[in-house]
Nanobody
Framework: QVQLVESGGGLVQAGASLRLSCAAS????????VGWFRQAPGKEREFVAA????????YYATSVKGRFTISRDNDKNTMYLQMTSLEPEDTAVYYC??????????????????WGQGTQVTVST
């Protein structure tokens, strides 16, 4: 019974930066590895990044590595996705989620259990 709420999305121009937040309630997220996914119109939900329970290990999709940074603050029960050098291809609804097992780093949606409702990120040219 974890509730997740994303925030920080918006409309920006290519090259801009944006920081997404995911606030959790109902449980402490320190129990879980967590991740970010995104879904563009007409596309399947895809893996963006993941971070281990303690924040030591991080994993990124090739498309965002070097531009996005995932982090977490367990004391605040919040996780973040710092996005830089945004491109129109990054336009999507971004979701945060909690992992359900040790293979969360594989980037499959079925390795995650609780999901937020998503926040829209739109990058214009």
């Amino acid at each position: 019974q974890v509730q997740l709420v994303e925030s920080g999305g918006g409309l920006v121009q290519a090259g801009a930066s944006l920081r997404l937040s995911c606030a959790a309630s109902g449980r402490t997220i320190s129990t879980y590895a967590v991740g970010w996914f995104r879904q563009a119109p007409g596309k399947e939900r895809e893996f963006v990044a993941a971070i281990s329970r303690g924040g030591i290990s991080t994993y990124y999709a090739t498309s965002v590595k070097g531009r996005f940074t995932i982090s977490r603050d367990n004391d605040k029960n919040t996780m973040y996705l710092q996005m830089t050098s945004l491109e129109p291809e990054d336009t999507a609804v971004y979701y945060c989620a909690t992992a359900r097992g040790p293979d969360y780093y594989r980037g499959r949606t079925d390795h995650y259990r609780y999901w937020g409702q998503g926040t829209q990120v739109t990058v214009s040219t």
